[in-house]
């Protein structure tokens, strides 16, 4: 499961996956950047601020297909 290439790709699947969360706060840890990267990692991190700023932005972000999966942010 684990891109080491992509590390926004293998945080939102070690967010998503069952089981512990290590991986994924490794993950953000070594890359910061990530929980703001886009809306849908703002949303996984239960980030509202950054979640509403990202609609602000573009209403359509809110419904925009992104991730590993293709999945809606909300």
């Known amino acids: 499961m684990s ?11 070690s967010s998503t996956w069952h ?10 840890s070594a ?8 809306i849908h990692t703002a949303a996984l991190l ?3 601020i950054a979640v509403s700023r990202f609609i602000s932005l573009d209403p359509h972000n809110a419904t925009a ?3 590993p999966y293709g999945w809606d942010a909300l």
Do not use: R, W
């Not at 290439?5 to 939102?12: A, C, K, L, M």
């Not at 890359?31 to 886009?38: K, Q, T, V």
């Open 3 to 13: 891109n080491t290439e992509d590390p926004y790709s293998t945080f939102i699947q």
């Open 19 to 28: 089981g512990p969360l290590v991986a994924a706060e490794v993950i953000l």
């Open 31 to 38: 890359h910061p950047e990530i929980a703001s990267h886009d």
């Open 46 to 48: 239960g980030d509202d």
């Open 65 to 67: 297909k992104g991730g």
